[in-house]
């Protein structure tokens, strides 16, 4: 089965024109105003606009209050809502239940047995998964939720069973994503940092980059 490519952090119509022409599966917002990749609603509405179907469009938060995620859908409609800050398990339910949005939870892991937990604290609530790498330490000049560039261990993913679909996330870029779906089977990868040519400017030659070697990978795996 073919790999699912999400394409996170959009800002621009080179960008998105970029990964939708690519065949990404899924885009990515990022709601979330400190960061370099924060884009408004109404500005997401018109990426959005610009392409009718493709890829599934995600919307990411960070500890979103209600009112936040309803009026960013009211402006933009969104498939997904990527949860990236420190929601626990039943803030992931309620959002779920009060939006009836699928959700997808973001968690950072680096050992075997931050995975195990994730799994048994999301893997009833939340629709999708995604695993990724810590953010640095608090006070860390730049460092954000999500979107470091930072790498785990992947092997940390091996033989564990996750009871929805999931994405593996954290420091990938062209160079390293068909290594990373061999290495742990992923039948997800997300990027932001690896297909920017500065923090927060996508570059769409990288996006294509990306995009034709995560499916060919999927390809090689599968045959
Ligand atoms: O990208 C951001 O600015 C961001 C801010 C706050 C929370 C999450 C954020 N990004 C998440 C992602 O882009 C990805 O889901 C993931 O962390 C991988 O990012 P990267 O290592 O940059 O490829």
Request: proline share 9%; glycine share 10%.
């Amino acid at each position: 089965m073919s790999v699912t490519v999400k394409i996170c952090g959009l800002t621009d119509a080179p960008g998105f024109d970029a990964a939708v022409a690519a065949g990404a599966d899924m885009v990515g917002f990022v709601f979330y105003p400190p960061s370099p990749r924060a884009i408004t609603a109404d500005a997401a509405a018109a990426l959005s606009a610009r392409h009718a179907g493709g890829p599934l469009r995600v919307g990411l938060f960070v500890d979103a209050d209600d009112d936040t995620i309803a009026a960013t859908l009211a402006a933009v409609p969104l498939d997904l809502l990527q949860l990236h800050g420190a929601e626990p398990p039943d803030r992931v339910a309620a959002i779920r239940r009060r939006f009836g949005v699928p959700v997808m939870k973001a968690v950072g892991v680096a050992t075997r047995a931050e995975v195990a937990r994730a799994i048994a604290d999301y893997g009833a609530v939340a629709d999708r998964m995604l695993f990724d790498a810590k953010p640095p330490p608090a006070g860390t000049p730049g460092a954000l939720p999500g979107g470091n560039a930072a790498v785990f261990d992947w092997s940390v993913m091996h033989g564990m069973s996750v009871p929805v679909p999931w994405l593996l996330a954290g420091g990938l870029t062209p160079d390293n994503v068909a290594r990373a779906i061999a290495t742990v089977s992923a039948p997800g990868v997300d990027v932001s940092s690896g297909v920017e040519r500065a923090r927060g400017v996508k570059d769409p030659a990288l996006i294509r980059a990306f995009v034709a070697a995560a499916k060919a990978a999927s390809r090689e795996g599968s045959a």
